[in-house]
């Protein structure tokens, strides 16, 4: 086994600490890679103060997570060591579901194993990306390209590929007109891939203290939640990123004939709305997650020739217990980071 030190929570109201864990030897199919830089997402807080219920401690959160190889195993030809690589939500899956197959490993119909707090196939919990080294199969390890610098990368593991997929499956491009609710994690990465993909992108926000940066990162316009009666009918694609339970209807109604308005939110509370909302404009009402891998590879090397990257806070490991509590109040523009070169003075 390999050992290495990782940040962890040994409750839901502990503080983190610095333990040391164990990684699996190298395999034939494995790539080990020296973490520099972790995500840190909102759903890390969800699983570590077990606001969904299911958390096993101790917990090493961490699912967007890079670095660069330092070995391979020995059937390995298409990563070597000194490749910049990143692993994001998912480290294994059925790999024989249709949803597999097709290269859709987040919709695995038979267990897919989280990159933490999940448990994979030799019965144990894995283990995060806030750590010094991680390990992982081939297959779930994504290139980074050389134009993307590894801390805004991060993110994209996540809150990247979360954008990228509905974005790209319901046909943002030349002559569609797209709306992303909540200028947030996942918005601000969002908007900029709507923007490179050719799509007149639209910005709503509850109120204007975002203007200004959503513009910067390619908006066309930026509308507030008080301008939503003069939207019915004004797109072709919404994504809607607000994470808690609201009246879908107002937003619905944003969406033209044939559109589609897409939740990426996982509210604990039923969402609701006026049926008769989706039957006019003959309406789709539809959900999405993070994205199987080939579409990861595919989403990674299109922000690095457009130059989309996630807007970044570097933090240190002796910062985490604050960050958490800044990320439950919404204080973050727009993803931290953490700098996995601080583990070891935590």
């Known amino acids: 086994m390999i050992t290495t030190r990782a940040r962890a929570m040994h409750g839901p109201a502990e503080p983190f600490t610095t333990i040391t864990v164990e990684r699996r030897d190298v395999g034939p199919h494995d790539v080990l890679f020296d973490v520099a830089y972790a995500g840190v997402c909102h759903t890390d807080v969800h699983h570590a103060r077990a606001e969904f219920g299911h958390t096993h401690y101790p917990i090493v959160p961490g699912h967007e997570v890079v670095g660069v190889v330092r070995e391979v195993g020995g059937e390995i030809r ?23 197959l097709r290269g859709q490993e987040s919709y695995c119909r038979r267990g897919k194993v989280l990159t933490y707090n999940g448990i994979g196939r030799d019965g144990a919990v894995t283990l995060g990306g806030y750590s010094e080294l991680m390990i992982a199969d081939q297959r779930f390890v994504a290139r980074i390209p050389d134009s993307l610098p590894l801390d805004a990368a991060a993110p994209l593991l996540c809150g990247g590929i979360t954008m990228y997929q509905p974005l790209r499956r319901w046909g943002a491009g030349p002559g569609k007109r797209v709306c992303v609710v909540g200028f947030g994690g996942l918005g601000h990465v969002g908007t900029q891939i709507s923007h490179a993909l050719g799509a007149h992108t639209t910005v709503l926000e509850r109120d204007d203290d975002r203007r200004t940066d959503a ?7 930026y509308r507030t939640s008080a301008d939503l009666p003069e939207l019915r009918d004004a797109f072709d694609l919404v994504v809607s990123t607000i994470p808690s339970s609201y009246d879908l209807t107002p937003y619905l109604d944003m ?17 609701r709305f006026d049926a008769y909302t989706l039957l006019t404009n ?4 539809a959900g999405s997650m993070s994205g199987g891998m080939p579409e990861t590879q595919e989403m990674l090397d299109f922000c690095g020739e457009h130059g989309v990257r996630a807007v970044t806070e570097l933090v240190t490991a002796k910062e985490l217990d604050q960050v958490y509590d800044r ?20």
Not at 78 to 100: H, I, N, Q, T, Y
Not at 255 to 270: I, K, P, Q, S, Y
Not at 329 to 346: H, K, M
């Open 282 to 285: 003959r309406r789709t009402l």
């Open 78 to 100: 298409k990563f070597a060591p000194g490749d910049r690589v990143g692993v994001g939500c998912l480290v294994d899956s059925c790999r024989e579901c249709p949803a597999c």
């Open 327 to 346: 990320l439950a109040a919404g204080d973050v523009r727009y993803r931290f980071v953490l700098d996995a070169g601080t583990i070891a003075a935590s």
């Open 215 to 221: 513009l910067r990162l390619g908006a066309d316009a």
């Open 255 to 271: 969406v033209d004939l044939d559109g589609t308005f897409v939740n990426l939110g996982a509210a604990e509370e039923r969402m």
